[in-house]
């Protein structure tokens, strides 16, 4: 259809195809000069990669961004958001003019970087690099698990396509490099890669550090490989994106060759125009080069009329599924039911009888972990999507259940996941399973490793992607693999994210209770921080192994005498114990000693002042916290008249006892120190 | 030589070859059966490949296990340290029997996973996959600038390889997908990573989770291709190490196709013997199927001999290198004594001349960024092994040296590095590059992506690896790029992280002391936190823009008045000039203000109770902190009393001044909470 050469003569405006991509061009650009930041390049030479996609191959419904089975498009290369908030605007989304006048401003609704449940079709949060393409894999993983459950003979309710657009950034993230290798495994034939393939980084040509052969990796990986196609060459781009489209058992990676801020003069194919404005000079240059004689922010209304036809055409689409949708009813109600429930986030009935018959069952010693797998084992029968795995050590952490099978190509009905040992590449994915919806994700590895998938924590907490995440191995206890296995800094970390919910349960008891916050939680993420060692039970506070509505407060009293304390003791996790034992023996000496179970710190900080006063009196200073991980933090709890026990250093390889000895952590050191503040 | 079938014919024993790799083997289980804890599974079938990489291929010197020219081998599977332990003992480094005995026991040096520093002869702390074959390429990196800088022609002095050992879990992980991208474009041709395709990881077949084709990805990432070899096929073996060592342009991969567990007659070839003691009855089988009739611990004395031999070996080619690094002296005196200058880590006299002439020469508003740029222009010319770059932020980050060129196959004298969007990948390859000596990495990327190296961060801190971690965009400050972009936990994040240094400065002032500091810290790295943003300067407390002596205690008064404090406001960074107004403001009320900054809080709690008692005496309790970050731990340093001005949500799209203001980071704010505290 068109050249680069073509592109730059100003009789192509005579087309309204190439008029609306000209548009979207100096939607960008007007945008990003209003605001005097943002990223105009990756727009101006996307924009016939963006027209090609949203008007001739997404199936999409502006009028209703919700209906279930909408392809899905992610825009890894997040920074590039004024392309999709221009395609949004143009095609008809609730992203008035306006907004786009107010890009990057406080209260808008378009962000420097798209955020998810801000703004209407922004399927997922993105910008830091990398990720997005993981959560696309989640999005096809999640489609392609709800397609093997409710699909029928004649009846494919879920058949929808996820479309990753990348950078060159995106794809030398290792997260993406993961992610890819696992959807080439997995063979998601309904995942498109769109790679813009530009040759330009920030730091200039990409030769400078990225020489490889990405198509070749892909193929590696099990991808279908298209040819590259010119970012002008709008037809082939169309060709392209249904080449992808014919491969069902393969993902696609679609290369396209565009040139970074096309257009532009003097800044076209350099690393000058990708992050910020072209400036007013550049700007009037690039508007006579492409011969759009329009003012900012003025938009032909033809060009209104021809993508806004995508709202009718979203319309029809939307009501022939719903149409299909009642058949598939009629057929299978109650399949259809829970469907819809299952796409509706909510819960059913019931959902925690198995779980509620678990509490109380559990005697001996037994780690937390274990107990998790059995809260598991408990939870999925009547919560099926309860879907997940772990990075390599499903046996370590008990996360895979019994008699659900392996989800494999071979076997798309087994429901338990292996991410391989990709820690980063499993949070990304999880992220977008959950933005999917449909499915509720857990994953897990040891809580060192929770390092590795932080940033997908972070931006799971900010999207409000209710994973589940599982951390084993939990502190020093895990022993002998030693310091480059045993957490410091990583449990109070987890607390410093914002929207994550973090529990470290310090008995069976205590664990159910996690799990049933874990799954009640459906607007964010919750960790949930486990031993490796056995744990012997708490005393029962709220009837024989119960500890309902205590651990949901988040700390809560569980040993006390009748007068007044003198010293508080506060633990977690496997050091409640030793907090308790402290307190025991302290008050056997006559001191007026009470222990406090402090699971988490986020409930604990959402209960009423009162609340927190009655566990924790203002009155009482003398008081110890008591974790095997970092100090830092504690004084908020302790003050500075109490005494924090943790652990500043690294720890040591050794039987896990043998640390925790030698590091402190014994009911004799706690009861000396407590002691000591008085 | 061999296939597994005659292998497993105790006729093989005869061959002291293969009774040195079954000699191998048993120490490995034994100590594992012995401590009950450990990996077998990986040494006993990487034991004929671990055999012929250092009897046959590695140019090492046991005897002198620093020698600077020495082949490096990292073992990234870090879990099969046995293996290692056992070449180093069996090798004749400093690691006796009875070491090897306590395997996995409080203060042995043989952790569970291999320590830098504590064992002759390991040369990278790892077990946390893939960051071992960034270190590896790390090495391999700067041994390349090394022989760029120091060899003339007839006098190779650096010349030596890089061996990483890596696990299928290894190459799965982003981190070493990143690093090995990096290897390629580099052109890295002394970096020969042997592959452990055992087709096993620990939940089963690595079908399950990895069907790529790792060959032919690390053929597009430039790698030579070697022809997979059988693990017990040690002629083979050798012959692939020589074909690797035959390419010098383009790193190798050495595929090694090995029976996990080899020997095991139950357990090889399945995840059951990865990561746990084979049981008494199974060692006996085993012994048994390889006819090894020899008791736990108890090697033949024919075995030590041969292996022994490489200590001769060793000091043969560590003499023969010694005389002609006479030779390379003789001829290049200075060369020479900078080489041995820059391998012994110490300063060149003088090194913070250009330092010292730029202090007290800005005035007007800039970014610590900026001023960290210039920093590094005066100190590079002092000292050119300050090599680094940024992972595609150089602009930004301010890290790319005028003059200095890049780093590339064809300029192999540039010594700007370009990571490429990789920050995990980056942090391993500085960390190698650390460890390897005669270079001083720096590497910067926005702080928010710290967390995408945080695990190479930590390793490295472990690791007492000197690198120089540039973190600029420090928070909310940097405005429009919006939440994704905005740290809230990542400055308190790393503060936890034991053995790291974190300074952010207030001023420039601030800014090149924290960059002398950084310099100075040869036993740990450094992280430097820096504006995006503009910020006045403090007034000058030493002496016009001098900060030397102030910024090396990590926190210092910059306001009192004559009168005892009344209320203190602690600030870090650029929130200093906010605690500094509001303090100024107090006092022009009347009221007792004193202002510190706290550019470190490392620095601060190194020093004596008489100096922080002097900053923040502990009859003040009306204390505050700013800083826009988590207020999580800083209740350290305001207890119940006080109040924290910090950001527990995360930041909003908007410039940066709106986003400061809207989040109460002004000056009215501030000392409206330090009043309400009186």
Known sequence: MSNVQTISESAV?????????????FLSIDAVEKANSGHPGAPMGLAPTAYALWQHALKHAPGTPDWADRDRVVLSAGHASMLLYSMLHFTGYDLPLDEIKDFRQWDSKTPGHPEYGLTAGVEATTGPLGQGLGNAVGFALAEKILANTFNRPGHEIVNHRTYAICSDGDMMEGVASEAASLAGTLQLGKLIVIYDDNQISIEGDTDKAFREDVAARYEAYGFQI???VDGNDLAGIVNALNA??????????????????FGSPNFAGTGAVHGKALGGDEVAATRAQLGWEYDPFDVPSDVYQHMRKAVERGEALSNEWHA??????AEYPELADRYLQDLSGSLPDGWDDGLNRLIGSIDGPIATRAVSGAALHAITPSIPRLIGGSADLAESNNTEVDGRGSFSPEMPDGRNLHFGVREHGMGAVCNGMALHGGVIPYAATFLIFSDYLRPAIRVGALSHAPCVWIFTHDSIGLGEDGPTHQPISQLMGLRMIPNLTV??????????EAWRIAIENRSGPTALILTRQNLPQLPAIGGQGFARGYVQRGAYVIADTEKDPEVIIIGTGSETQIALGAALKLQSEGIAARAVSMPSWELFQAESDEYRESVLPSSVRARVSVEAGTTIGWERYTGFDGATIGIDRYGASAPGDVVMANLGFTVDNVAETARSLL
Chains 1, 2 share one sequence.
Do not use: M, Q
């Not at 992808?244 to 801020?261: H, N, Q, Y």
């Open 503 to 512: 529990i470290r349960p310090a008995d069976a008891a205590e664990t159910f």
């Open 324 to 329: 299909r949708f009642d058949a598939y009813k």
């Open 13 to 25: 405006n005579s087309d309204v195809a190439w008029r609306s991509i000209n548009a979207i061009r």
């Open 244 to 261: 992808a489209d014919d491969e069902p058992d393969k993902p696609s990676l679609v290369t396209v060759r565009s040139v970074i801020g």
């Open 226 to 228: 298209i040819e590259p």
